[in-house]
């Protein structure tokens, strides 16, 4: 990740969302939401809400709280996926039970 921040850092978008997708797709959970965050925002890659969805969910799946919690957001504010509180739900649920497994005051 310090090679991502790096080329952050001296403007190389390009490379770093490179690297980034490099290390999302060998499983780092970090660098899924990064990812997934960066795609949902349109921030230093062009906005693709599917890809951004994608990469939130893996990095949920393998226990990064925030991206839970983004996930239930986008899903309760309907923005980049059709509104569905029902998965709003089961994605906050999802981020309480990786805050009490993480020992995290949880704020949801």
Do not use: K
């Amino acid at each position: 990740m310090a090679e991502v921040d790096a080329a952050f850092e001296r403007g190389d978008t390009q490379e770093a969302i490179a690297l980034l997708e490099r290390v999302a797709e060998s499983g780092v959970a970090e660098a899924q939401y990064r990812l997934g965050f960066r795609l949902s925002l349109g921030d230093g890659v062009g906005m693709d809400p599917a890809r951004a969805l994608h990469w939130l969910e893996r990095a949920a799946d393998n226990g990064w709280r925030q991206a839970a919690i983004d996930l239930g957001n986008m899903y309760l504010s309907g923005v980049g996926v059709p509104r569905d509180e029902a998965r709003a739900l089961f994605w906050m649920n999802r981020s309480a039970e990786l805050a009490r497994a993480q020992n995290v005051e949880d704020d949801c």
